[in-house]
């Protein structure tokens, strides 16, 4: 896939301030400091795209970003979607009040907004398996909803060490689950998985149209 052009169109607080369009979304999602924003950038070419931060938790809305990419078709149409990118979950520092309203709004766009395709879980590939990611990720199997996993910040850790806590993670999901989300692992440093992600996006995209 190659993107045309990457463009911020609006911030909502819930998801009836969403775009009324049928336009297939993806949805980026995962704990506060995860390295969101710098993916989104990364798999968009845009470096000033989404706005990175020291401070986790700085996502506070639904951000709609329309993506342009040019088909493969025999006229070479050109493809439109939206880039979704969602609060991160799990951040201590904020309100239960403040908790609350995020999970709401959570909540109801992945489990409400029928335009929402495929929901990707960024886990930091530097960690241990966490309950809430785990715990996250049941609540979707449940729900029925389509999610794949995005290991990030893989530039951090040796080779072996990645392709070892990529395997424990994978070992961990099996004792919950019979067949395993699809993944990629990503460094927003090295654009490592971009052309996965994206190439899994377009296939998607190929199966809308059919």
Known sequence: MQIKSAEFLISSARIDQCPKSNLPEYAFIG????????????????????????????????????IKEQGEGSKGQENTWYLVDLPGYGYAKRSKKDA??????????????EQMTNLFLLIDVRHEPQQIDMEFMEWLGENGVPFSIVFTKG???SKGKLKGNVEHYLTELKKQWEELPPFFVTSSETKMGREEILNYIEEINKTLVQ
Do not use: C
């Open 31 to 66: 704990r506060s400091n995860v390295g969101k924003s710098s993916l989104i950038n990364m798999l968009t070419g845009n470096g000033k795209l989404a706005k990175t931060s020291a401070t986790p938790g700085k996502t506070i809305l639904i951000n709609h970003f329309v």
């Open 100 to 113: 609350e309203k995020f999970e709401h709004m959570i909540t109801t766009y992945i489990l409400d907004r």
């Open 155 to 157: 530039d951090k850790v």
